[in-house]
């Protein structure tokens, strides 16, 4: 019973702490219980605390109010999570989260993945030659010489004067840092919760420490994609939305028969990196827009669109937050009861997920969090989405900032650390389109299969529809073909 409570919550996006999980579980019908509580709030928090069953109970000291349950959700959140992954000596997962969420949304949870966090950069960083010797920020800042750390930002702000302070922790203290307004670095965009290298000397009172250098974790300039004798090819597609009433058919049309001739003999691996439905209640009014209501007959309609792909290409199939699986990210793949619906031509992956295609390293990530970097980062746009994936290869992390528009569920490990670089790295999400190079790695943003949405068109905002990006696993080459 307690796993579906869990399940409950997670599937909303919502942690459970110990206290408030006992109580629940105190209850004749925990599950029904924790939905009547969901229920009465008008707005859900990010953990459910003891505070908040203690309110409702008070308020319901008696019978659990019967409360209207979508039964195609309900069905889905009892089901378990399980992979549909055919064996193949070419496909390697390095990295996925699926059978190994642990988190219960403790406060515990959240310090024991942060420091995993900030260890794995930190390692990257230790690499650097500036930061060899470096010290505890808090010891850091009570020598009276030139000094190296590493902290993670817990907070920033620009002064009055022009300065910017940077509260900066590590896991044995914590210290101030200065970026002087005269500094090369004044106008270095910085995030809560990233993880930095600072050399910086301090002041005569011992209580801050002003910046010199500010050194990110990175890629090493010396990074480059190795050739191999690979002859495959991977084409990725990313939000493809079927169910929407703005799902482009005749360019899918187009793209299929491209892949059935042209695009057979090349085209090994297809890769669709998340919302590969439009789901439903992801939005408020979302039903006016859909051509399909039912969430099943949605993958039903994907696995009959995907039954046209030669048996010669393998698919593997990525959540995105329009897809059936818990918001919180990392995420899941897809529960047993969507699994069913795909056969063996099908894998399917969670989000992130680090994989190896024929040795070709290759992190895909739905991309959620390029919202938040958007809005966070100066000069990052949706217009050009690859300069946003720049800057999480730059940090080494996919969604650092803690508390935006990306739930985060604190697992054991933080799985959105980039701790190896790969050789091709896709997101999608915003549906842009576009292919690019950063320091020897191949970025990826893997367009669209849906037309300018109500939304869009509100923002003024036109996306880069039925493009497919194709690389070459031997060469590293990438080309787009365009069936807009």
Known sequence: MRDRVLDELLNEGILLDPEAAELVLAQADPAAYVRSILASMTQHPLVLTADHVRAYSSIHPSAIPKVQVNPVLEELRKSPSVMARPKSSDIEIIHDITGNSTCEGTVNDFARC???????????????????????????????????????????????????????????????????????????????DEVIGIVGKSTSKGDLLVLKELIRPDIPITNVMEQSDSTSSVAFMSDVHVGSNTFLHTEWNNMMHWLKTEGKDEIQYLVLP????????????????????????????????????????????QPGNHDAVRPAEPQPTFPKIISEIFDSSCMLIGNPCTM???????????????????????????????????????????????????????????????????????????????????????????????????????????????ILPVVHLGTGKAKIVDFS
């Open 114 to 192: 942060f420091n995993d966090r900030f260890k794995k950069i930190k390692k990257i960083l230790s690499r650097r030659h500036e930061l060899a010797g470096s010290l505890p920020v808090a010891k850091a800042v009570k020598y009276d010489r030139e000094v190296r750390t590493i902290g993670m930002v817990s907070d920033w702000h620009n002064t009055k004067n022009g300065h910017k302070i940077i509260e900066l922790e590590d896991d044995e203290g914590k210290c101030t840092v200065l970026i002087h307004k005269d500094s090369e670095y004044i106008n270095e965009s910085i995030v809560n």
């Open 356 to 466: 190896k295609l024929e040795g070709r390293r290759i992190l895909t990530y739905h991309g959620r969090s390029l919202d938040d970097w958007i809005s966070s980062v100066q000069g990052l746009t949706y217009e050009n989405p690859l300069e946003t994936m720049n800057e999480m290869l730059k940090r080494r992390h996919m969604a650092p900032l803690y508390g935006g528009k990306t739930p985060l569920a604190p697992e054991k490990e933080d799985h959105l650390v980039i701790d190896e670089i790969p050789d091709i790295f896709v997101t999608g999400h915003i549906h842009g389109a576009g292919i690019g190079m950063y320091k020897g790695v191949t970025t990826i943003c893997a367009s669209t299969w849906q037309s300018q949405t109500s939304f869009q068109k509100m923002h003024n905002f036109s996306p880069d529809p039925a």
């Open 274 to 317: 998340g919302d590969v439905v439009d789901g439903i209640g992801v939005f408020p009014g979302q039903e006016e827009e859909l051509e399909i209501e039912d969430v099943f007959e949605q993958y039903r309609t994907l696995e009959e669109l995907l039954k046209e792909v030669p048996d010669s290409i393998q698919i593997l199939i």
